[in-house]
C-alpha cells in the first residue's frame, strides 16, 4: 500500500479536478516505463478541455511527443504534434507554443539527418500557419 501511495494521491487529485494540466504531468513523472507515461498522457489530453484546462494543456501534447522523441520515434512525435495542433485552445499563445515546440524537434531531425533545414521547415511547418491566420509570406 505504500508502495501505491503516490499513484493512489495522484488519482485522488485527478478526481477532483480532472482538468488540472500539473497533476496529470505529476501523474506521468511516476512513471519509469515510457509505455505507462504514453498511456498517462493519452489519458490526460482525452480528459482534459482546454477551456476548462488549469494550467496549459499544450505542455500535455509536448511532453508526450518528448517521450515518442525520447525513444527515436519522430514519426509518431509528429503526429502527436498534428493531434495537438487540432486542438480548440483559448489562447493563440498555446498553440503556437505546441507550434514551436514542433519545428524545435524538426529542426533538431535535420541537423542529425542533414536535411536542408529552409525546405523542410517551409514544407512541414509554414503551410500549416495559414490555419492560425498567420502571415506566411513575411
Known amino acids: 500500500l505504500l508502495d501505491r501511495r503516490p499513484l493512489l494521491l495522484s488519482s485522488v487529485l485527478l478526481r477532483q479536478n480532472p482538468h488540472n494540466?500539473?497533476?496529470?504531468h505529476k501523474r506521468a513523472a511516476l512513471f519509469q516505463d515510457p509505455v505507462k507515461?504514453?498511456?498517462t498522457f493519452s489519458e490526460a489530453v482525452k480528459t482534459v478541455t482546454p477551456s476548462m484546462a488549469v494550467g496549459a494543456p499544450q505542455t500535455l501534447w509536448m511532453a508526450m511527443a518528448m517521450v515518442y522523441e525520447e525513444q527515436g520515434k519522430l514519426e509518431n512525435a509528429a503526429a502527436i504534434y498534428k493531434a495537438g495542433?487540432?486542438?480548440a485552445?483559448?489562447?493563440k499563445d498555446e498553440?503556437?507554443?505546441?507550434?514551436?515546440?514542433w519545428a524545435e524537434v524538426s529542426l533538431t531531425q535535420c541537423i542529425h539527418?542533414?536535411?536542408?533545414?529552409?525546405?523542410f521547415v517551409y514544407k512541414h511547418h509554414l503551410l500549416r500557419l495559414g490555419r492560425c491566420?498567420?502571415?506566411t509570406t513575411s
Not at 498553440?95 to 515546440?101: G, K
Request: hydrophobic share 30%; with cysteine; net charge positive.
Open 21 to 24: 494540466v500539473q497533476n496529470w
Open 37 to 39: 507515461k504514453l498511456l
Open 85 to 87: 495542433t487540432q486542438m
Open 89 to 91: 485552445y483559448t489562447k
Open 95 to 101: 498553440l503556437a507554443s505546441l507550434y514551436c515546440s
Open 113 to 119: 539527418t542533414h536535411t536542408d533545414i529552409r525546405s
Open 133 to 135: 491566420g498567420c502571415d
